[in-house]
């Protein structure tokens, strides 16, 4: 079993900046492939970022390129995604995911999430 919380979220106005953190706790943290997915009220959930066992690979949503970064560390068992350049329509709550396995956009192919952090930002 693998527990996951995230944490970072918050109001931030246009162009602002927030880190998103998701800790995990349980089996190995090095064995899963990580991802950050969103949902916006009366929106699916959509893909954000994944990021492979050891970092090596990582993909982004077209939507947040060159505005979000995922990243990990492995010594304390955590992902990140760091948003700049924020805008009013990146509003969601912002979950992190695991799964047992390479890198995937499909929220489905996930096996472990979090409870999500609300992420608001203000035109």
């Known amino acids: 079993q693998v527990q996951l919380i995230e944490s970072g979220g918050g109001l931030v106005q246009a162009g602002g900046s927030l880190r998103l953190s998701c800790v995990s706790s349980g089996r190995t943290f090095s064995i899963y492939a990580m991802g950050w997915f969103r949902q916006a009220p009366g929106k699916e959930r959509e893909f954000v970022a994944t990021i492979s066992r050891d970092g090596g690979t990582n993909y982004v949503a077209d939507s947040v390129k060159g505005r979000f970064t995922v990243s990990r560390d492995s010594a304390k068992n955590t992902m990140y995604l760091q948003m700049n350049s924020l805008k009013p329509e990146d509003t969601a709550v912002y979950y992190c995911?695991?799964?047992?396995?390479?890198?995937?956009?499909?929220?489905?192919?996930?096996?472990?999430w979090g409870q999500g952090t609300q992420v608001t930002v203000s035109s």
């Open positions: 995911a695991a799964r047992d396995g390479s890198t995937h956009i499909r929220g489905i192919q996930y096996d472990y």
